[in-house]
């Protein structure tokens, strides 16, 4: 008897409709547990995810009550959660081979209509097709729960500055009052060389126009490292990168992880400049890693979708909902990218106003692409920026970029006279096939000094009212590493050794530390 109750308790249990729920939770763990390293923190996988789910049991509750009974609901929601979730991963797959989406989309629709119906009509098979049902459901979650354990188990508490010891740094301002600080990162914003030769551009309007503002610039300066996280703990550290270390906490070759994790640290720069009495204001794009830092006094991000949310949005249905030409490649979500770049220029500008002594860093989406910023600052279209091209784009987008930055650069300079400002990239743009240096097919042992250069060529332009600049050790082809260290040294009085200016690619994105040195490949004018 004993285990007959048992049997039928377990009966029950199994055959409850859950697989609509555990398929509405499946995407979203599974993305994210896919770019784990991206995200850094858990914080973004919770809204998705509790709306995906929510949504999925109203919307069962609701078919219940139109069917009269929960399996056949059930089944009906499920149908409908993977024609909601798989559109985008199949246009993804496909979407190289046809020219708009408009096919994919009435195949789509029939093909869900068909499941709709055949799930309606056969309700008989509907009970017993529940339990294997929440098996699969299941299983697919938990293999995905594996990752995100993963994820959780590598975020530790944040660590000491890898850098220079703060022990080791007596900041005082050279005279007056500390001044306003502000680091503002442009991400691949190329260097004057390189936009000139590879994306036809003439920068030298702008940066005369910085010079006319107390501005030395850099002309042949260059990023230490190739892509973003290596260049901003690298410079806010004032110290080249221990790629060891960086290789002995991977899970994989293509894990980003570790690096990204180091942006959230403590980092040298705010964590000095806070020990003398600075408010560290953080004002922070769509992009997980550097949303924020444990020694921000504030954050300052746009309250709408971020870049996990952004992407999640792409993997589904509502892809449709975009340009139907759109690329299958083009991941971004355009409008959400306008958004957040648009939310942290004005917000710079209101910070100019606030009180001090604060140092503000700012890491800018722009000039990257997508290009979503004509030369007047309105929209671009997918589909006009592929008939314009992509150098094309990057120049108008750059020319919105250089427009902003000098308009933020009165206001900052009206509201603080003495105002240090170090305008520096991270990066230049990706040379070749838009696209393909992103998915790591490309190797960059491979690279001509031409994409080398345009790759590691880099805006840096600083601004130390009063300061002899040159005794401090800057110069014309000066690397982002020691940026900061020119600046401590002007302004606040430290003695601080200049660093070999020395630069190292990568291998490709799956070797993601791999580094090789190519400094004499480089142009230092």
């Known amino acids: 008897m004993l285990t007959a109750r048992r049997g039928l308790i377990q009966h029950r249990l199994f055959g409850l409709p859950l697989h609509p729920l555990l398929a509405a939770a499946y995407p979203v763990v599974f993305l994210f547990a896919t770019n784990a390293a991206e995200q850094v923190t858990l914080s ?138 502000y680091y503002i990162v442009p991400d691949r914003y190329g260097g004057s060389s390189a936009l000139a030769e590879a994306y036809e551009f003439n920068n030298e309007p702008f940066l005369r126009a910085l010079e006319e503002r107390g501005f030395a610039i850099a002309r042949h300066a260059h990023a230490n490292y190739i892509k973003t996280p290596l260049s901003l703990v690298s410079a806010l550290n004032m110290d080249f990168l221990d790629d060891d270390a960086l290789v002995g906490e991977q899970r994989s070759g293509a894990d980003d992880g570790p690096i990204n994790r180091r942006l959230r640290e403590r980092l040298t720069v705010p964590a000095a400049l806070k020990e003398i009495g600075y408010q560290y204001l953080h004002v922070a794009n769509w992009w997980e890693p550097s949303a924020t830092n444990v020694d921000a006094d504030r954050t300052f991000r746009y309250d709408g979708q971020d870049e996990f949310s952004s992407a999640l949005a792409q993997t589904t249905l509502l892809r449709a909902l975009d340009e139907p030409q759109q690329a299958a490649q083009d991941r971004y979500g355009r409008d959400v990218f306008r958004q957040h770049t648009l939310y942290e220029l004005e917000t710079l500008e209101a910070i100019a106003e606030t009180a001090g002594p604060k140092f503000v860093f700012a890491h800018l989406l722009i000039p990257h692409d997508p290009y979503v910023f004509d030369i007047d600052g309105s929209p671009v279209l997918w589909s006009e920026e592929e008939g314009l091209g992509r150098i094309e784009s990057y120049g108008r987008q750059l020319a919105y970029t250089n427009a902003r930055l000098l308009a933020l650069v009165e206001r900052i300079t009206e509201a603080d006279e003495d105002a240090v400002i170090l305008l520096m990239a991270d990066e230049g743009p990706l040379p070749g096939a838009r696209g393909t240096h992103e998915l790591g097919g490309f190797r960059w042992r491979t690279a001509t000094d031409m994409e080398l250069e345009g790759k590691f ?63 004499d490949r480089l142009d230092t004018g």
């Open 44 to 181: 973004p996988l919770w809204r998705p995810l509790a709306l995906s789910v929510s949504t999925t049991a109203a919307t069962l509750v609701s078919l219940r009550l139109i069917t009269g009974g929960w399996h056949r609901a059930a089944l009906l929601a499920t149908i409908l959660v993977i024609g909601f979730f798989g559109y985008g991963h199949v246009w993804n797959a496909v979407g190289d081979r046809l020219d708009s989406q408009w096919p994919l989309i009435g195949a789509w629709t029939l093909l869900v209509t068909i499941g709709l119906y055949a799930a309606w009509r056969f309700r008989r098979w509907a009970p017993r097709a529940t339990p294997a049902l929440n098996l699969v459901a299941a299983v697919l979650l938990l293999m995905n729960a594996w990752g995100l354990t993963q994820a959780v188990v590598a975020l530790g508490a944040p660590e000491a500055p890898r850098g220079i010891e703060l022990t080791s740094l007596d900041l005082a301002p050279a005279s007056g009052e500390l001044p306003d600080v």
């Open 457 to 519: 060529g880099i805006l840096l332009a600083m601004r130390v009212p009063g300061a002899d600049l040159e005794q401090a050790g800057f110069h014309d082809s000066i690397t982002a590493v020691n940026a900061w260290r020119v600046i401590f040294n002007a302004r606040f009085g430290t003695d601080l050794p200049m660093l070999p200016d020395r630069a190292w690619a990568h291998e490709s994105l799956y070797q993601f530390f791999d580094f090789f040195e190519i400094t």
